[in-house]
């Protein structure tokens, strides 16, 4: 009972950092999508997915409770995913996938300047009551998170976990 009050509490503060009028960039504007094929980089969580590729496809929901469900996603090493995003929530949420600290350097800069406007083929930003979508190819062995760096929601503990094992 006492955790659950707690929680509520982290989101409350979450939402309210937030979702402040500085926040125009993660407010409830898309991100216009830039046309073409996704810029394909290696990255030590693996490479942006083509279509054809994924064999799978993981729902995942991003809830103003400051949470993903599923929290804990595993996949196989090699294997291409569609990441369907929905946003169930009244704000602005995003989904990035990459390594712990990657995240954490990259939340920290958000909460510095919540205005920043990025768009790599490893992020979405899904506006209240909207879908999005993600194709990654895990290439790389490990556990990866992934998060939601709007400035105050990874730091409520808005992150999930993505296991790489073998095929």
Not at 53 to 60: D, L
Not at 66 to 75: D, G, H, L, Q
Not at 122 to 137: D, F, Q, R
Request: proline share 5%; net charge positive.
């Amino acid at each position: 009972m006492q955790s659950s009050k707690r929680n509520l509490l982290v989101a409350a503060a979450a939402l309210f950092l937030g979702a402040g009028s500085d926040v125009r960039a993660h407010r409830d504007e898309e991100h216009p999508k830039k046309s073409g094929p996704a810029k394909k980089e290696q990255k030590d969580w693996g490479i942006a997915g083509d279509v054809k590729s994924a064999k799978r496809t993981i729902e995942v929901r991003m809830l103003d409770t400051m949470r993903f469900s599923p929290e804990r996603i595993a996949v196989r090493l090699g294997e291409t995913v569609r990441f369907t995003l929905r946003n169930t929530g009244k704000v602005m949420h995003e989904f990035v996938i990459g390594t712990k600290p990657e995240n954490e350097k990259h939340a920290a800069l958000m909460m510095k300047f919540p205005d920043m406007e990025h768009d790599e083929p490893y992020m979405a930003h899904v506006p209240p009551g909207k879908s999005g979508e993600i194709l990654w190819t895990f290439n790389r062995p490990g556990e990866f998170e992934f998060a939601c760096l709007i400035a105050g929601h990874y730091q409520a503990g808005m992150a999930g976990t993505v296991s790489v094992g073998a095929a």
